[in-house]
Each structure stands twice: as structure tokens, then as C-alpha cells.
């Protein structure tokens, strides 16, 4: 009995770690903006096509700008705890090539988490790439966290 526990929770653990990896990825990013940690900020996202040619100053600005309101770390506690995570395509299959054409990415190299709370639907998009996930699209984490 005990090694069926065992290898229920190995299993569990090996297959919960595409999820962990992803959630690091969002909470890096949230860590980078509360700091102004530009470095972490630009490492963690994947820019919008017509600011990849701007300046890394220009790029932390609207960046930041745009994500300041949307990330939080309660927030993202909320995302953790009660936020369902798949494929892009699963979770939001009306969205899905729309936001990924945007970017200029594969869908089917996408993931996403999304909760509802309070009226608000958060939006975690990451993209995998060959040194980890960025984050595509983050909209209402922030919100999770109201009462």
C-alpha cells in the first residue's frame, strides 16, 4: 500500500511540473515589476511584435504601464489555488489564435491558466520556450485578490 502511495505522488508531483514551471514564470515576472527589476521583467514576457524594436527602457516602461494594475502576488495566490491550467487551445479555445497571431507564437506552444472571481475572469498566457515559459498575456490576476 505504501509504495502505491508513493508512486501515486511521484506521479502526481512529475506530472504538476509543466504547471509549477509556468506559475514560476508568472510569480518571476510579478517579483520583476514590484522591483523595477527590468532584467526579470523582459526575461519573463514575450514582447508585443511592434515593441521589439524599442529601446529595453522603452520596453520596461510600457510593460510595465500595462502589467502594474494586473499582477499581483495575492492575486496570483488565488490563480495558484483555485485557477484551472492546460493547453492555450483548451482553455480558451475562442481566444487562442487570435492573442497567439498577435504575438507572433505557435498556440500549440501554449499555456494558460484562468480563474473567475467577483465578475472578473484572469488570464495567464505563457508561451514555452527552449529556456522556459514567458508570459504572452496576463489580465485581471490582480482582481483574484479582491474580497
Not at 38 to 59: F, H, I, M
Not at 103 to 115: H, L, N, T, Y
Amino acid at each position: 500500500m505504501a509504495i502505491a502511495a508513493a508512486g501515486f505522488f511521484l506521479w502526481r508531483y512529475t506530472s504538476q511540473r509543466p504547471k509549477r514551471e509556468a506559475l514560476r514564470s508568472v510569480i518571476a515576472l510579478q517579483q520583476g515589476l514590484a522591483s523595477a527589476d527590468a532584467k526579470a521583467v523582459l526575461q519573463n514576457t514575450v514582447l508585443p511584435a511592434g515593441l521589439r524594436s524599442r529601446t529595453e527602457p522603452e520596453q520596461m516602461e510600457f510593460l510595465t504601464k500595462v502589467l502594474r494594475d494586473e499582477v499581483s502576488a495575492e492575486g496570483l495566490a488565488v490563480l495558484r489555488k483555485r485557477g484551472t491550467y492546460g493547453p492555450l487551445k483548451e482553455i480558451f479555445p475562442a481566444e487562442a489564435e487570435r492573442w497567439t497571431r498577435a504575438a507572433g507564437v505557435q498556440a500549440e506552444d501554449c499555456v494558460a491558466f484562468k480563474a473567475e472571481k467577483n465578475g472578473f475572469r484572469a488570464e495567464v498566457v505563457l508561451v514555452k520556450m527552449p529556456n522556459g515559459y514567458r508570459v504572452m498575456r496576463c489580465n485581471n490576476v490582480k482582481q483574484l485578490a479582491m474580497k
